[in-house]
């Protein structure tokens, strides 16, 4: 209840918290709480800083991708954009450079542990079969993040959005 003029009125405060921001949390705590998508996050993130902490990796990678003429793209970092955004991004750049990344870490391989690690890890098929779906799953969140903040949905809309991923989610699940 709420106090106008003096009196208490019956009428309720009515809380609204914006849809796509709610979601992106509850991807964040999803991603935190299993363990498998954790471990990949975590391995996708350990990456990104691995080459982001040398100018001298950075520039190496840059020009393997260059002389091999493999695709590459920059691997964000987190404080650029939300969580969903930024690790579907993530996933995204990195399986599209992924040729370019294990290129880069065979030659650093046998003098460098880390690249070593990470390697293993890009090379490992279950853990690459985990990124690419996430990177799916991912995109079908941020379309689905992007139709809740058009201008023209409202309150009433939510459900059939809400159902509609769910539904699309549920085909993931069906398909090979």
């Given at each position: 209840?709420r106090k106008?003029?003096?009196h208490m009125s019956?009428?309720?405060?009515?809380k609204l918290?914006?849809?796509?921001?709610?979601s992106?949390l509850?991807?964040?705590s999803?991603?935190?709480?299993?363990?498998?998508?954790?471990?990949?996050?975590?391995?996708?993130?350990?990456?990104?800083t691995?080459?982001?902490?040398?100018?001298?990796?950075t520039?190496?990678?840059?020009?393997?991708?260059?002389?091999?003429?493999l695709?590459?793209?920059h691997?964000?970092?987190?404080?650029?954009?939300?969580?969903?955004?930024?690790?579907?991004?993530?996933?995204?750049n990195?399986?599209?450079?992924?040729?370019?990344?294990?290129?880069?870490?065979?030659?650093?391989?046998?003098?460098?542990?880390?690249?070593?690690?990470h390697?293993?890890n890009?090379?490992?098929?279950?853990?690459?079969?985990?990124?690419?779906c996430?990177a799916d799953v991912?995109?079908?969140?941020?379309r689905?993040?992007?139709?809740?903040?058009d201008?023209?949905?409202?309150?009433?809309?939510?459900?059939?959005k809400v159902?509609?991923i769910?539904?699309?989610?549920?085909?993931?699940?069906?398909t090979?």
């Amino acid at each position: 209840m709420r106090k106008e003029s003096g009196h208490m009125s019956l009428m309720p405060l009515i809380k609204l918290w914006c849809a796509a921001h709610r979601s992106d949390l509850a991807f964040a705590s999803t991603s935190d709480t299993v363990k498998e998508v954790d471990k990949c996050i975590n391995d996708a993130v350990a990456l990104a800083t691995f080459l982001h902490t040398s100018t001298t990796r950075t520039c190496e990678l840059q020009k393997i991708a260059t002389e091999r003429n493999l695709p590459l793209r920059h691997l964000p970092k987190y404080f650029d954009i939300r969580w969903t955004q930024y690790t579907y991004t993530l996933f995204q750049n990195l399986l599209h450079s992924w040729r370019a990344l294990v290129a880069y870490l065979q030659e650093r391989e046998p003098y460098d542990s880390q690249a070593k690690g990470h390697l293993r890890n890009l090379t490992d098929v279950q853990k690459l079969k985990m990124a690419c779906c996430l990177a799916d799953v991912l995109l079908l969140y941020l379309r689905f993040h992007k139709s809740l903040q058009d201008n023209n949905i409202t309150v009433f809309q939510w459900d059939a959005k809400v159902d509609n991923i769910k539904s699309r989610l549920n085909n993931m699940l069906n398909t090979e």
